[in-house]
């Protein structure tokens, strides 16, 4: 079973930034796609970023283009979300998992999440 562990939210002003990871385990990280999701208050859990398997490919929700950079480590079975330039409207629990495509979107793979780490941006 894999088991995710998110962390590196905190409380940042507008224009700040903050570096996220999820540390997976299993033996076979490398062999899925990643992805970052992320849930406000009262609203439903979207999608943030995806990187392919190898890292070759990478993919983000427009709200956050330009902003935010996804990346992994295989070796160390993390995958990061570096965000900069973060908004009030970032605000929200991020959390990672592994994701496969279906049309244009990005669905968790293996049904299975973190806790969540908390994003908090103030204006």
């Known amino acids: 079973q894999v088991q995710l562990v998110e962390s590196g939210g905190g409380l940042v002003q507008a224009g700040g930034s903050l570096r996220l990871s999820c540390a997976a385990s299993g033996r076979a990280f490398s062999n899925y796609d990643m992805g970052w999701f992320r849930q406000a208050p009262g609203k439903e859990r979207e999608f943030v970023a995806a990187?392919?398997?190898?890292?070759?490919?990478?993919y983000y929700a427009g709200s956050v283009k330009g902003r935010f950079a996804i990346s992994r480590d295989n070796a160390k079975n993390t995958v990061y979300l570096q965000m900069n330039n973060l908004q009030p409207e970032d605000t929200a629990v991020y959390y990672c998992?592994?994701?496969?495509?279906?049309?244009?979107?990005?669905?968790?793979?293996?049904?299975?999440w973190g806790q969540g780490t908390l994003v908090t941006v103030s204006s």
């Open positions: 998992a592994a994701v496969v495509r279906y049309g244009t979107r990005w669905r968790n793979a293996l049904d299975a």
């Open positions: 990187i392919t398997s190898s890292g070759g490919a990478i």
